[in-house]
């Protein structure tokens, strides 16, 4: 009956999840534990081991054929490593192999979160059915992923479609990247709290000084908040514009947690997209919120093993 599962881990700064996963993308079984962030790197690994140990024990796990990861970047494909910003205690770790340690042998491909979030949105969200897309996710950080030519497009290393660390300000503020300007230091949550507090917002009075509670603000009319998302959608815009016009996207679509606020963020890009996107092969250019949802990273990072080869055959996946 489940002749094709395939193991599928999300691994993040905050949590790490896994599931078994189906062909059509539908999860038989999750497991899920906090990140030990701030501990060493075998700690880390073993709270991997752990999350893998929920799906060993099941009777399904005989049909898992294969084991897709998408990890918190930076990650390198090529050298099965990763080296995620917020877990200090991996860099360079050899991921892959440790998994494929930990499965008994089974394949295991490894892409970035935002190509493991394209890869969910070209086989089940907005982006099926688009042969030319560029997904994006904007929360703590900016991540993203390309299809080009109806494949997933992870690049040599799994981090192509990158548009965090596209700079759109020239002289712009230092990024944590080592560049300035970068769309992510504009268009990031924490960014675009940080900007509305530096003009003059104010929380109400529960406090909460984050993204969501600006985009409160800004549905409610607050001059501030409004600026700041206008702000972030502009570099947002910028980022889309250039990458469309550099390989003829059709459809950007957005996910992660800026994107649920909604009308807030998706006016003012849509209008600042009209002026960046000018070249008449880029002004039919879409733009759509994410319809995957939370379990993007699983579902995806399943879309992403396909064959259990490289991440670029995954296309043969999305169906
Ligand atoms: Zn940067």
Redesign the pocket.
């Known amino acids: 009956m489940h002749t094709d599962l395939v193991a599928a881990l999300d691994i993040g700064g905050t949590k790490i999840a896994g599931a078994l996963v189906d062909g059509g993308g539908r999860i038989l079984l999750r497991a899920q534990r906090p990140t030990p962030a701030h501990e060493d790197g075998e700690s880390v690994m073993r709270t991997v081991e752990d999350v893998l140990g929920r799906l060993t024990v099941s009777p399904l796990w005989e049909h898992a054929m294969a084991v897709g990861i998408g990890s918190a970047g930076p990650v390198d494909a090529s050298a099965g490593t990763v080296s995620p910003v917020n877990v200090p205690g991996w860099r360079d770790f050899p991921l892959v192999e440790r998994v494929h340690r930990a499965v008994g042998g089974r394949p295991v491909t490894l892409v970035g979160d935002g190509v493991a979030m394209t890869a969910a949105e070209h086989w089940q969200g907005a982006a099926r059915g688009h042969d030319n897309a560029l997904c994006l996710v904007v929360s703590t950080g900016v991540g993203g992923g390309l299809v080009l030519d109806g494949r997933l497009h992870p690049g040599p290393t799994g981090n192509a479609g990158h548009i965090?660390?596209i700079s759109v300000d020239l002289d712009g503020d230092p990024?944590?990247?080592?560049?300035r300007g970068?769309v992510?230091?504009i268009a990031s949550g924490p960014n675009i709290a940080r900007r509305a507090l530096e003009q003059g917002w104010r929380p109400g009075p529960d406090g909460d000084a984050t993204a969501a509670a600006v985009a409160a603000a800004a549905r409610a009319g607050d001059p501030v908040a409004v600026a700041s998302f206008r702000r972030a959608a502009q570099a947002l815009a910028a980022g889309i514009a250039a990458t469309a016009t550099l390989v003829e996207i059709d459809i950007a679509v957005v996910g992660g947690g800026v994107a649920g606020a909604g009308d807030v963020l998706f006016t003012p890009l849509r209008r600042a997209l009209r002026e960046y996107a000018t070249l008449s092969f880029a002004q039919r250019l879409q733009v759509a919120p994410a319809l995957t949802g939370t379990d993007a990273g699983l579902v995806g990072a399943a879309a992403a093993t396909a064959l259990g080869g490289r991440p670029g055959e995954a296309a043969a996946y999305v169906v």
């Open positions: 965090g660390h990024c944590p990247c080592g560049s970068c992510e230091r």
